[in-house]
């Protein structure tokens, strides 16, 4: 069973900046990719940003250039520093993580997510 905790969302003006983290946890053998996701109200999620394993990047045109998404291996921890935040960047944001258990069986697995507002 893999668990992914995530942690730094919160209140923030616009211009300002958050840190999200989210860390995994249980038998794992690898991590083929991390990233986040994002779901405001009244519409779908959407993908935010990923990494890999090998640690290429992709993000959603709407955060390029204001976000980026980076991962500890060692710590089995991503994160997303989030900059130049915008109303319409809150959202619930939520963590995936894709790879192998430590029985080699593919899992595809969702924190619980965290609430970022950012508002005046």
């Known amino acids: 069973q893999v668990q992914l905790v995530e942690s730094g969302g919160g209140l923030v003006q616009p211009g300002g900046s958050l840190r999200l983290s989210c860390a995994a946890s249980?038998?794992?053998?690898?991590?083929?990719?991390m990233g986040w996701y994002r779901q405001a109200p009244g519409k779908q999620r959407e993908l935010v940003a990923t990494?890999?394993?090998?640690?290429?990047?992709t993000y959603a045109d709407s955060v390029k250039g204001r976000f980026t998404i980076s991962r500890d291996n060692a710590k089995n921890t991503v994160y997303l520093q989030m900059n130049s935040l915008k109303p319409e960047d809150t959202a619930v944001y939520y963590c995936?993580?894709?790879?192998?258990?430590?029985?080699?069986?593919?899992?595809?697995?969702w924190g619980q997510g965290t609430q970022v507002t950012v508002s005046s």
């Open positions: 995936n993580a894709k790879g192998y258990s430590s029985a080699w069986l593919l899992f595809d697995q």
């Open positions: 249980g038998r794992i053998s690898r991590f083929n990719a």
């Open positions: 990494i890999t394993s090998a640690g290429s990047t």
